[in-house]
């Protein structure tokens, strides 16, 4: 088998999955898109993807033609990530982080959503599903299992007062009907209580 018969094979296969082609994927380049491997990155074509994004090795971007995924400008999909939306909408803004880690973002179950701001990161091994708003600068640090959970915008980690950032969920365990404020942060072990929240100072002081 040739090359050129190679990727006929390999482009056959993506396109009755729904899924670009090695070429298609090589062409999200022409918006200023990094896409480092295009044989192991998997994007659907009936996904809506903006400029200067970085797609890393062994990611997934996948949209049902009865749902919708809309990805923004500048962000950055580590390897081992997953985002697929089946039953309803996930919209992302721009230059959030998502891994390193195995991050996985759907939305599988009946009324799903999904909607991610801009500046958040979301790093480990998260699982996300159902009805979610993670707001500007928001963030989940470690192993969470994420449902329907709402993180106040505010400003990036990067931002120099903690108390100002986006709500955050770090540690590890499930996270159910969380609804956290600008500021604040909830260090899980085993499970997330909103009777556990703390501000972020408290672990940043330094950031007052």
């Not at 969920?169 to 997330?192: M, N, P, W, Y």
């Amino acid at each position: 088998m040739t090359p050129d018969q190679m990727i006929e094979h390999i482009d056959r296969y993506r396109h009755e999955a729904g899924y670009l082609g090695i070429a298609e994927t090589i062409a999200l380049g022409r918006s200023g898109n990094i896409v480092f491997d295009p044989f192991s990155t998997l994007v659907s074509r009936h996904i809506t993807i903006g400029a200067h994004n970085i797609l890393h090795p062994n990611i997934r971007l996948e949209a049902d033609q009865d749902a919708q995924l809309m990805i923004g400008n500048g962000n950055m999909f580590a390897s081992g990530t997953t985002i697929m939306a089946q039953t309803g909408l996930i919209r992302i803004g721009d230059e959030n982080i998502f891994g390193p880690g195995n991050v996985t973002i759907t939305t599988a179950r009946p009324n799903a959503m999904i909607r991610i701001g801009s500046f958040g990161r979301y790093r480990g091994t998260i699982d996300m599903d159902g009805q979610c708003v993670l707001g500007d600068g928001s963030q989940i640090l470690g192993q969470v299992s994420v449902q329907s959970v709402e993180l106040a915008a505010g400003g990036s980690f990067k931002h120099p007062i903690a108390d100002e950032r986006g709500a955050v969920l770090k540690g590890f365990g499930k996270a159910t009907g969380i609804r956290l404020e600008t500021g604040k942060v909830i260090a899980g072990s085993g499970d997330f209580c909103i009777s556990a929240q703390k501000p972020q100072s408290f672990y940043h002081p330094e950031a007052r």
